[in-house]
């Protein structure tokens, strides 16, 4: 039997808020659209992303499918799923977790998208499809360690796939399609390079981590790493009531979110600060609304403050700024406060 793998817990991560509130945010928001993490090595990034796989809910799925469709997500399913239902079948649902599903940086077209069996398809006229990383991420995290590093064509698969929610494969005039709507969660250190524009724009936060400042933060980084490697197991029991704590947190998250609608007042305040910057689309006016509203969820509230809005413009916004060749894009962080604070005074 494998030895299961023991990862640092989430809960024991030291400082570090605004990445580990961007990831949280996206799981009980998954249309946020995903995370970028962008930092100099040894800055917890990788940690902060497994440690999260610990905290993930459970999905209700299609059962025996390859694809964990959503059985509460008829528009989305697969066409074997698809044929259960139309030929009268009851749909018969298990639950399974949410998972971190990591795509390595090594990895070809095929075991991206997935292969279909050609010999199979002519000698037996049924398409044989054999799944790969995107099937297996469907409803899941997908994980890329070193994202800016991929090969353009797997950029290519990806943006694809996170567009349309939908892998194609087409092989000797044979097609398939599955779903495959995911969270992508990237991180990269920007010293080994950039990352392209069209899918830096996919990801809808991005976080800037750096190493902590504070001798306190400091010193208890050290101490928990150098306890978490002599006994993994005794520390991370240690750190079971607070994981368990904000499992609970998510749920109840997860059912404020399904009942908050945005009001006039986040949409028009939304709307001015992109105007505003003169930021491109209207991907980030869509995508800080959804963040304010998480993170008034994950506060346990039904209501919008001006916090929110705050924290959701400073990790939606500062990646979507224009900006000309050979030069970094940057945000008047203060302006765009005070767009806010001025909006939510006089309402």
């Not at 990034?45 to 497994?50: D, I, Y």
């Amino acid at each position: 039997m494998k030895d299961e793998i023991i990862v640092f817990p989430f809960s024991a991560i030291v400082g570090q808020q605004d990445m580990k509130d961007a990831l949280l945010a996206n799981i009980i928001y998954p249309s946020i659209g995903g995370v970028l993490i962008r930092g100099e090595k040894g800055t917890a990034k990788s940690t902060t992303v497994r440690a999260a796989a610990d905290l993930l809910p459970e999905r209700e799925v299609m059962k025996g499918c390859i694809f964990r469709c959503e059985i509460r997500d008829p528009r989305n399913l697969c066409e074997t799923c698809r044929e259960k239902i139309a030929q009268g079948e009851n749909p018969v649902s298990e639950y399974t977790r949410m998972r971190v599903v990591e795509l390595p940086l090594c990895a070809t077209e095929d075991r991206v998208a997935g292969t279909l069996d050609i010999e199979h398809a002519i000698t037996k006229g049924i398409k044989k499809f054999e799944p790969g990383v995107l099937a297996m991420a469907n409803g899941n995290i997908l994980y890329v360690d070193e994202v800016n590093l991929l090969d353009d064509h797997i950029v290519d698969l990806l943006l694809d796939a996170a567009a349309m929610g939908v892998n194609f494969v087409e092989r000797e005039g044979i097609s398939y399609s599955h779903p495959a709507r995911f969270l992508l969660v990237g991180t990269m250190n920007p010293e080994e390079g950039d990352l392209r524009p069209q899918l830096l724009d996919r990801f809808g936060l991005v976080v800037d981590v750096e190493g902590e400042k504070d001798n306190r933060e400091r010193s208890e980084i050290v101490k928990r790493r150098l306890n978490f490697e002599r006994d993994p197991v005794v520390f991370c029991t240690s750190f079971q009531a607070e994981q368990q704590a904000i499992r609970d947190h998510i749920i109840r998250a997860k059912q404020i979110i399904a009942e908050l609608r945005p009001d006039d007042l986040l949409i028009n305040t939304a709307v001015k600060i992109s105007l505003s910057l003169g930021v491109d689309g209207h991907r980030s006016d869509i995508t800080l609304v959804k963040t304010a509203l998480a993170f008034a969820a994950l506060d346990g509230r039904k209501v919008v403050n001006c916090n929110d809005v705050i924290k959701a413009a400073g990790l939606s916004l500062p990646h979507r700024m224009r900006r000309r060749p050979f030069e970094e894009s940057s945000m008047d962080f203060a302006a765009v406060r005070g767009i806010i604070e001025s909006c939510y005074e006089s309402s």
